[in-house]
Each structure stands twice: as structure tokens, then as C-alpha cells.
């Protein structure tokens, strides 16, 4: 019965990617992941006693299936990180069922029916790897009495401190500076135009040029 369910998930859904495998591996990831629900979705209507289904019928149920399966996800990660906890434990699950509507207890029945039908592993697809970001630097080993579940410390720059004051004297120097840079601008002057750089000529074609 698995392979009708298999022949009707491919057959019946008449699936929009056909046996086309894309350039991308995250692409792939995903097509494998769909053709995965669109098996489940046909083993459940041959369950049913379906024979048949048209192409509309089976992407209207297989997106059915996948929404409710992030909504489930989403809502178990939303109590595990409520109990400030990083990995969802079957608690987080059992309440997202319950408000989902579900009743827990006809769970484990309904896992052990008879006319259940057995799908085959699919195809391990690798996860498309998701690129690392630059560091900078270094990055502190986690100290002994931080626990594991911790995330890393990040880059250095992101805390460490840099000192933003001046080395002492520093202002005294460059005012110091500037005050010996005025002299040799003016001996500088004096140099190329004689004179009428200290404004002592009146006939200095460089005045008459400002002048105008």
C-alpha cells in the first residue's frame, strides 16, 4: 500500500517541479522536504479510501499539512523560549497540541491503527549551509562557570572598551605647533613676494590684483 500511496502523491498531485533538481542545494532541500508531505498527504487519502485526487485538491491539502506543521513548530518554540529554555521539550509540544485544538490522549490509538500505511525513509538531503559571517578577531573562550547551553561570546570589538582619551600634552603640543607655523609662513612669504607680503609696498601687483 505504500507504493500506491507513493504512485498517487505522484500522479494525482501532478507535482510543479516534476523530477527537475535544481542548481541550488537549498532548493533541492526544500523540493525533497515537499515531495516528503505530498507522499504523506496521499498514504492519508488512500487511507481514506480515496483512489484518485486532482492536482488542485492534493497542493491545497499538502499546504494544509505544512502550515500546520510550522504552526506547530512555531508556537512549541514559542513556550520553549517563554521558560527561557533553548530546545523544545515534549511539554512545549503536548500544549501547542491542546491549543491547536488537538486531543492529546486519541494520539497514541491513532499511532497504532492497523490501516496505517508505512512510508519509506526519504532520500537524506543535505541542509543548506547557511555562510558564516566575518569575525574580527579572536573570539574568548567560553570561562568554566558558564554553562554550555550559553552561545559563544561574539567578536571582541562588540565589548571590548577603547579608551577615547588623549595622551597628556597632547593639546599643549599642537598649540605649540601651530604657534611655530606662523612664523615660517610669514618668513615664507617674505621670501617670494619681499616686501609687500607684510603689506609694507603699495605697488605690489598681488594687492592691486585683491584690491580689484
Known amino acids: 500500500m505504500a507504493d500506491a500511496a507513493a504512485a498517487a502523491g505522484a500522479s494525482g498531485s501532478g507535482t510543479r517541479s516534476g523530477s527537475k533538481q535544481s542548481p541550488n542545494p537549498a532548493g533541492n532541500y526544500h523540493l525533497a522536504r515537499r515531495r516528503t508531505l505530498q507522499v504523506v ?27 500546520c506543521i510550522s504552526e506547530m513548530g512555531r508556537s512549541a518554540e514559542s513556550h520553549c523560549e517563554h521558560t527561557a529554555r533553548t530546545q523544545p521539550a515534549l511539554s512545549d509540544v503536548v500544549v501547542t497540541l491542546v491549543e491547536m485544538g488537538f486531543n492529546v490522549d486519541t494520539l497514541p490509538a491513532y499511532a497504532k491503527r492497523s490501516q496505517r500505511m508505512v512510508i519509506t525513509a526519504p532520500p537524506v538531503t543535505n541542509q543548506p549551509v547557511t555562510p558564516k559571517a566575518l569575525t574580527a578577531g579572536q573570539n ?16 571582541p570589538h562588540t565589548y571590548i572598551n577603547t579608551p577615547t582619551f588623549s595622551e597628556p600634552g597632547l593639546r599643549e ?39 580689484l
Open 41 to 67: 498527504v496521499s498514504s492519508l487519502l488512500t487511507e481514506a479510501g480515496f483512489e484518485r485526487a486532482e492536482k488542485a485538491s492534493m497542493e491545497t491539502l499538502t499546504e494544509m499539512l505544512q502550515s
Open 140 to 155: 574568548r573562550p567560553r570561562p568554566p562557570h558558564v554553562p554550555s547551553h550559553f552561545p559563544e561570546f561574539p567578536d
Open 173 to 211: 603640543k599642537a598649540a605649540s605647533q601651530r604657534l611655530l607655523s606662523v612664523p615660517s609662513v610669514v618668513s615664507h612669504l617674505s621670501s617670494l613676494c619681499g616686501a609687500c607680503a607684510l603689506g609694507t609696498s603699495k605697488s605690489c601687483p598681488s594687492r592691486e590684483k585683491r584690491a
